[in-house]
């Protein structure tokens, strides 16, 4: 799977089989992660990964967030305010967004989640005070078949390119 076409099958799974994710498989999504851009080279990051049942249940709590109850794993992603105070947000954002491409190459559905309570997270996790909890991916084989480069995962709305391009200055069209 080349890169277009991991971005083009991605979607948002929210349903996993049981079945564990295979270490080599986590091993690489990290490295996809590790191997991301970062202002000044700080790699102001720390990924968790979790996958102990109370844990994972734990962290289902949030309101869009009762899915990761059943899914295999998560990976907690922290920005490390002290390292890069002004761009540990769009650092660990884009390591994250590598994952998922990564995953997806893998056959394993993923789901950003932002939906959860930081303290907790922070208490349970043990997360030093200087990091902030950016965001987490579910991930997991998708349940029920889902083929992640079916049509289904092609029909996903969103704004037209006009919409949200410009050439030269905000507002002109951009005629490609
Ligand atoms: C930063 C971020 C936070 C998100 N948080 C949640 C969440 O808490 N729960 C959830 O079910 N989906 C969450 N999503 C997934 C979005 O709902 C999803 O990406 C969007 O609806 C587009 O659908 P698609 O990913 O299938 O293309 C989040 C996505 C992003 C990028």
Redesign the pocket.
Known sequence: MDVFEAIEA???I?AYRSDPVPNEKIRKVLEAGRQAPSAVNRQPWHFIVVQDRGNLEKLSH????G?LREAPLVIVGCGDRKASERWYLIDV?IAMQQMVLAATAEGLGT??????DERKVMELLDIPERFTVV?MIAMGYPRNGIDLVSKLARS?RRKALEEITSSERFGTPLDL
């Open positions: 991605r979607r948002s929210r949030g309101r869009f967030a899915f954002s789901c950003w989640v932002g939906s959860f965001a996903r």
